[in-house]
C-alpha cells in the first residue's frame, strides 16, 4: 500500500491524462469529420479519459452514459466544429457541462428516484474519501475526495488538473470571469489540503 | 521516509500537515497548470501536488474499453447524416442548410403576418380583395376602420356588443380612429356599403363584417363600424 509520504519513485505514473495529438490534430479532425472512424477513435482515445474523469466528479455513477450521449452529439456535429485542439477539448468539455445541467434538472424534477438517493447514500464522506486516496493512491480515489468539494470548485479544479485547460478556457465553460474561477479553484485546493491534513493528523495518530 | 508496508513503528519522521501548509495564490496556480511544486515546499503542498497529479494520471484500461462501442455509435450517426457523401467537403452542407432554413423561417413569418393583416383588413384592396376570395377574410374597405357616420351613433339600444359593453377604452379607440379618416375615405367606403347594400345580397352585408362571422350570426352586426 502506498502512502504520500512514500518516496516520490514509488508512485504512479503521473503524467497527464489529457493526451495531445498537436500538429496531427488538424489532418485527424479532417479525417473525422469526413466519416473516417479510426480518426474518430484517435480523437476518442484521446479526449475522453479525462472526459470521463470529469463527468465522474460531476454526474458520479451517470459518468459514463452522459460521455456516450457527448460523443454522440460530438458525432453528429463534428462536420460543422471550426478550431484547433484547444477548441475542440473546450467544446467536447461544454456539450458535457451543458449535458450535465440537464441531468441534475431532470434530478430535481424526479426528485423520488432511488437511484439519486442511493447515489446519496453511497457517497462516502469527506474524511473517508481523503483517507482512502491517501492510502491507494488510485486514480478513483483521487477524484472521490475532489468530488467531495463543492460542486463549482471541483469542476474548475478538474477543468484545469485533469482536463489540461487554462483559466480562460475554464472560464468560458463555466461562464464565469477568469478572476472567479482562479478564486474558486484555489478555495478547492485549500479546502483539499486541509482535508488531506486531517486524514494524515488522523493516521498519524492510529499509527503511533 | 520509508516505502509502503512499513510498520509504523519503521516512519518516525512522519509528516503532519496543518492549516499552515496550505497553498498560497501563487503555488496553487503552480499546482493547477501542473507545474508541481519544488522540494522546497512544504509537505502538505507536495501531498497536494501529488494528489493532483494521480488524479490526472494517464488514462486507465476501462477508461478506454469503450471505445468500439463509440466508434459504431460514430459510424451510425455519420451515415444517418450522410457526412459520408463524395466529395463533401464539412461545412458546405450545413450552409446550404443554414439558407433553406432561412428561407423558410422568412416564409413563415411572411406568411404569419399577412394572415394576420388579411384577417385584420388592413391589408391595400387588390391584396385584401384575394385575401377575401381565397380563404375568406374580410373584403377590402370594410375593416374595423370605416368611420361613424356623421351625427353621432346609429346603434340601437339592444345591440350593444359584448366587447364593446365589456371594452369601453377599445370602443373609444375606435370611434377616435374612425373620425380620424378623411372625409373623402369615409365617403368611398359609405359609397361602397351602399351599393353593396342596392345589390341587395346577403354576400354584401357579410362582407363587411370585420370579424369574418357570417351575416347570420347574431353577433355578426354588433360590432359592425359601419352600424354605429
Known amino acids: 500500500m502506498l502512502r504520500y509520504w512514500d518516496s516520490p519513485r514509488d508512485w504512479p505514473d503521473a503524467r497527464s491524462v489529457a493526451g495531445v495529438l498537436e500538429a ?87 426528485p423520488v428516484r432511488l437511484t439519486a438517493d442511493a447515489a446519496e447514500l453511497d457517497r462516502p464522506a469527506a474524511e473517508d474519501t481523503a483517507a482512502a486516496a491517501l492510502e491507494r493512491l488510485s486514480t478513483e480515489a483521487a477524484l472521490a475526495l475532489i468530488a467531495t468539494l463543492p460542486s463549482e470548485q471541483a469542476e474548475v479544479i478538474v477543468l484545469r488538473v485533469v482536463a489540461g485547460l487554462d483559466v480562460g478556457q475554464v472560464a468560458r465553460i463555466v461562464g464565469k470571469r477568469p478572476g472567479a474561477v482562479r478564486v474558486a479553484a484555489h478555495r478547492g485546493l485549500r479546502t483539499l489540503a486541509a482535508r488531506l491534513a486531517v486524514s494524515a493528523g488522523r493516521a498519524q495518530g492510529v499509527t503511533r | 521516509m520509508s516505502k509502503s508496508g512499513g510498520s509504523p513503528s519503521e516512519m518516525p519522521n512522519l509528516p503532519r500537515l496543518s492549516t499552515r501548509q496550505l497553498p498560497d495564490a501563487a503555488s496553487a496556480e503552480g499546482l493547477l497548470a501542473g507545474r508541481g511544486v519544488g522540494p522546497e515546499a512544504p509537505v502538505g503542498q507536495q501531498a497536494l501536488a501529488r494528489l493532483l497529479e494521480i488524479a490526472a494520471s494517464p488514462a486507465i484500461d476501462w477508461e478506454l474499453a469503450g471505445e468500439a462501442a463509440a466508434v459504431a455509435a460514430f459510424a451510425r450517426a455519420t451515415s444517418l447524416a450522410g457526412c459520408r457523401s463524395a466529395g ?113 345580397g346577403q354576400a354584401g352585408h357579410q362582407e363587411i363584417n370585420p370579424a369574418g362571422r357570417p351575416a347570420g350570426h347574431p353577433e355578426a352586426s354588433l360590432d359592425h363600424p359601419a352600424g354605429r
Do not use: M, N
Not at chain 1, 479525462?50 to 457527448?70: F, H, I, N
Not at chain 2, 452542407?93 to 432554413?101: E, G, I, K, Q, T
Open chain 1, 24 to 110: 496531427e490534430f488538424p489532418g485527424v479532425l479532417r479525417a473525422a469529420a469526413l466519416g473516417d472512424e479510426r480518426a474518430f477513435a484517435r480523437l476518442w482515445r484521446d479526449a475522453h479519459p479525462p472526459l470521463l474523469r470529469y463527468l465522474r466528479v460531476l454526474a458520479g455513477d451517470a459518468a459514463e452514459d452522459v460521455a456516450s450521449e457527448v460523443w454522440l452529439e460530438v458525432a453528429r456535429k463534428l462536420a460543422r466544429f471550426r478550431g484547433g485542439e484547444p477548441e475542440f477539448r473546450g467544446w467536447l468539455f461544454t456539450l458535457a457541462r451543458r449535458r450535465v445541467i440537464d441531468l441534475r434538472r431532470y434530478a430535481g424534477r424526479h
Open chain 2, 88 to 200: 463533401a467537403r464539412p461545412g458546405t452542407v450545413p450552409a446550404f442548410r443554414s439558407l433553406a432554413r432561412l428561407a423558410l423561417a422568412l416564409t413563415a413569418c411572411v406568411t404569419a403576418l399577412g394572415s394576420t393583416a388579411a384577417v385584420a383588413g388592413t391589408l391595400p384592396a387588390p391584396v385584401q380583395e384575394l385575401a377575401h376570395v381565397t380563404f375568406g377574410a374580410p373584403a377590402p374597405h370594410h375593416g374595423v376602420s370605416v368611420p361613424r357616420p356623421a351625427g353621432g351613433s346609429s346603434r340601437q339600444p339592444g345591440q350593444q356588443g359584448i366587447q364593446a359593453k365589456d371594452q369601453p377604452g377599445l370602443q373609444e379607440a375606435r370611434g377616435q380612429s374612425q373620425q380620424a379618416l378623411p372625409d373623402a375615405v369615409a365617403h368611398d367606403h359609405q359609397k361602397v356599403h351602399c351599393r353593396r347594400a342596392r345589390s341587395g
